[in-house]
């Protein structure tokens, strides 16, 4: 079952995205249905297949029916591009590709989803962490930051939520760092953010600026590692 899955995956990703030219793309969005680089995308992709299956044709209807509900999907698309979000459209294309090649391998291979397994202590446990870690810390931030109103806190020249989901990055590389017990790269992600604040701090009027992104940046780490610390202890005691 992990074979052929791996085998699958490879192909979409081969036919997806490293073979698939910008100028494809665009074509497509403009001509739809009727850019030919749609129907050079589905052969792609079907010899992607052919090549991972090793030219194996007792898998030929499946090759199909992968390749045809992938060009149906694409047009889908490609018609609801001004009418979706498009960051949406594509997570919800992926999604369906990926359904697709799950019930073909469970058509090949039959495979039991244990569901239970996510409601174990562990998991439980991860889950919870990562909520920690993500929403419940951001929220935290701001109202703990928003004792201080800067000008430059609110400048149109950032993107927007830009430094929320900054912060939620850089947590969840702290939380992942001490999972694996690799403290020395939580002060290489310190030293990576101090270089790339380093305009913002040289500047001599922006004392404050400074202290802000200090308080900012000490509290956020030590949030991740009080709920990294705390998700190693539980993890052993339970």
């Not at 073909?104 to 495979?111: A, G, K, M, T």
């Not at 912060?167 to 001490?178: K, N, P, S, T, Y």
Request: hydrophobic letters at 55%; zero cysteines; aromatic letters at 12%.
């Amino acid at each position: 079952m992990i074979l052929l899955t791996l085998k699958l995956l490879i192909a979409h990703i081969i036919g997806d995205f490293v073979l698939q030219p910008d100028r494809w793309v665009k074509d497509k969005k403009a001509k739809k249905h009727k850019s030919k680089f749609l129907y050079l995308h589905g052969l792609v992709h079907f010899l992607s297949l052919l090549v991972m299956l090793q030219f194996d044709w007792s898998y030929w209807l499946y090759i199909t029916l992968i390749v045809a509900s992938h060009l149906v999907v694409d047009v889908i698309k490609l018609n609801l591009e001004k009418k979706v979000n498009l960051r949406l459209l594509f997570a919800i294309d992926q999604i369906v590709h990926l359904l697709i090649i799950g019930i073909i391998v469970y058509l090949n291979e039959p495979f039991a989803i244990e569901l239970n397994n996510i409601f174990t202590k562990h998991s439980l446990l991860f889950i919870l962490s990562i909520l920690l870690i993500t929403y419940v810390s951001a929220i935290i931030m701001k109202m703990i930051m928003s004792k201080w109103n800067l000008e430059e806190d609110n400048s149109d020249d950032s993107l927007k939520s830009a430094g929320k989901y900054i912060g939620i990055l850089e947590r969840l590389f702290v939380f992942g760092f001490i999972i694996l017990n690799q403290w020395s790269a939580i002060g290489l992600l310190i030293a990576a953010k101090s270089v790339f604040r380093f305009g913002d701090l040289s500047r001599a009027k922006d004392r404050k600026l400074t202290e802000y992104i200090l308080i900012g940046t000490l509290i956020s780490f030590g949030l991740a590692i009080s709920i990294g610390l705390t998700y190693k202890y539980l993890v052993r005691i339970f």
